[in-house]
């Protein structure tokens, strides 16, 4: 027997839980397998001395350090290191003692006249009457000397290099004898300065290499397996590769856990999510195929990181977009041989920026001016990254090209993709609004004719709504498109409603009780027409939630003083309250503009007083309880309302009084 999906579902009692779950799983899977496959070896089952079962061919251009080259290299390095000369430093210490025991000479002899005169140098210095000028020049002399560093080789020739150095010819032997007997070698081998000297010169070394070019035979099908030929293929990676499954293990944990806390913990739908991150990842695994060697240039810079951010951004939440390109930005710095973490902090920093600067209205120009931007904000992030990565121009400006293009196609893939998730995931964005705002509507051409009061009715409160939306940063175009159409159920009764009557009143001939179930329905008949022209779901709720709870107080208080023990519950709309902002900014706009509408005689002070008035009534009966407008928001649009009323109904000049003045 054939099942049906509904029968299977009861069959194996597969709540919408436990579907979300499989489908998380799932998509998982798939998303880690996508991110895995460019690090499945293309391994070769061969080993030296095996004979070649086919021809093997460079996969891609490379420069390949062969046995040969290696050889070549430690030659060059062995003839640079013997190249280097010892570095000697001078020992400070060696100088005082030195300079310490010429002191303690000249001050034993100028002390102690008795001193041994056996010692010939002191026996020559008794005979002496100038001894402090000999001693300051000796100690000149001597500090120079041992500044300049002596070895033995100096030492030996100290008796050359002491001749242009004494200006006191008289006493030249003596000075001479003095500073050869004490004066000793003060160089040290600074060992520490030699290796550093020499690992400069090593690392300026270029290992020699071979350059391989793509498709270049490595090694004939029947040729024997040499040592130069698996050095090539360790290399290439091509050999006796084993497969990372911890890396698959890990992509799993981190996009699993990923989405279980956006789909759980949140309450955000994934199914978006996974497939644009699943759209990056195939855009990311072509990227990984282009050689890295080319250039060295890291291809994933040219992921479009910012198509994600402003398509989850518009089609669900910028927090649903923040914490998709962390993971998308994980896995794919994963995907990265090399730079990984600086790829992901390049990522992550691009995605943010875009984040910001998507502008909620989805206009085309809108998303274009984002994808612009975020390039140039690509470019900075970039330059922010390679200070404290490799500070070579030579890697920089061929990858500041890449971020540059990212965020331009970026803008594209999202003009292009968007659409599509819009009308396969029924998501309503402003884009889509956009498409009902037109005033050629077929239900607002039918609204025009059919309710005239009542159009113009709406479009005074869309003009109110967009203001008020715009003062609290709300969504002025949601707030606009869903003013038109929160009336569209009067078309069903449109004499009923005051607005379009025009001297005969229908309720003079019914009950309170029958007038208040006309007028209360109208947000039911008008879900009736939305459905059938299709409109979103988000146009439906202003319809149903205008009128929250409200009382229907003319019929109410018509039936209170027919009928005293009349409940105040019988005279009310059925609901819902508003649930989001934009919606209570409707209901507020509804309400001012029919009152402000009934009334006569208008000034600045009478329409404050009525929309104060009006925004209190609306407070008190609790109907903004379940709408996450504040009283600083409300406030906000109050004024925006009145600005925006002020203007339309200002104090006209009567031209019929200025005609008869004429005329007298």
Known sequence: MRLGLPSLFTKYRLSKHRLCQIGIGLG???????????????????????????????????????SKDKAKTEQLRRDRMASVPKVFSIDTEKNKLILGSIFQFFTNVKLDPSL?????????????????????????IATALLDMGLSDDTLTNLDQLLDPMI???????????????????????????????????????????????????????????????????????LINQPIPWLRLIGL????????????VLLKAPVTVPMIIIGILLIIANGLTQISFQLFSINWLYLTPISFLAIAIALLQSRRDAFLTSILASLTIGLMAPTEGLLLVMYLIGSACVTIALVNRTGRRITIIKTGYMSSLANCVLLSAAWLMHTPTLSWLFPHLVLVLISGIVSSMLALSFIPYLEIGFKITTSQTLLDFANLDHPLLKKLMTTTPGTYQHSIMVANLAEAGAEAINANPILARIGAYYHDIGKMKRPLFY????????????????????????????????????????????FILEHHGTSLVSFFYTQQKNDDETTEEFDFRYPGPKPKFK????????????????????????????????????????NQLNECPLTLADIETVKQAFLNCLTGVYHQRINYDKITESLNE
């Not at 496959?37 to 070769?44: Q, V």
């Not at 005979?127 to 000149?140: P, R, Y």
């Not at 929309?611 to 009966?621: E, G, N, P, S």
């Open 116 to 140: 041994d005169s056996n010692t010939p140098l002191v026996k020559r210095y008794q005979s002496v009457s100038a001894i402090d000028t000999l001693e300051s020049t000796v100690f000149d």
């Open 582 to 621: 934009e919606s209570g900014i409707v209901m507020l706009a509804d309400s001012i503009e029919a009152t402000l509408r009934s009334m006569q005689k208008l000034n600045p002070s009478k329409i404050t007083e009525t929309v104060d008035r009006i925004i209190k009534d609306k407070i008190a009966d």
């Open 252 to 263: 799993l944990a981190i996009v699993f856990l990923s989405f279980y806390a956006i789909s």
């Open 167 to 237: 200006t006191n010819a008289a006493h030249s032997d003596l000075i001479k004898a003095t500073l050869i007997q004490f004066l000793e070698p003060n160089l040290r081998y600074d060992k520490t300065q030699t290796e550093a000297d020499i690992a400069t010169i090593l690392n300026a070394i270029q290992p020699f290499s071979t350059h391989y070019r793509k498709s270049q035979v490595i090694v004939y099908e029947g040729d024997r397996i040499t040592q130069q030929h698996g050095a090539i293929f360790t290399a290439y990676n």
């Open 498 to 541: 005051s607005e379009n009557q025009g001297a005969e009143n229908p309720h003079d001939r019914l009950t309170p009780r029958m007038s208040k179930m006309i007028i209360a329905a109208h947000p039911k008949d008008g879900v009736e027409l939305a459905k059938h022209h299709k409109l979103p779901d988000v146009l439906i709720d």
């Open 28 to 66: 998982t899977l798939c998303l880690a397998s996508l991110a895995f496959l460019p690090h499945i070896p293309k391994t070769l089952d061969l080993s030296v001395g095996d004979i070649a079962t086919k021809t093997i061919y460079a996969p891609y251009d490379a420069f390949i350090e062969t």
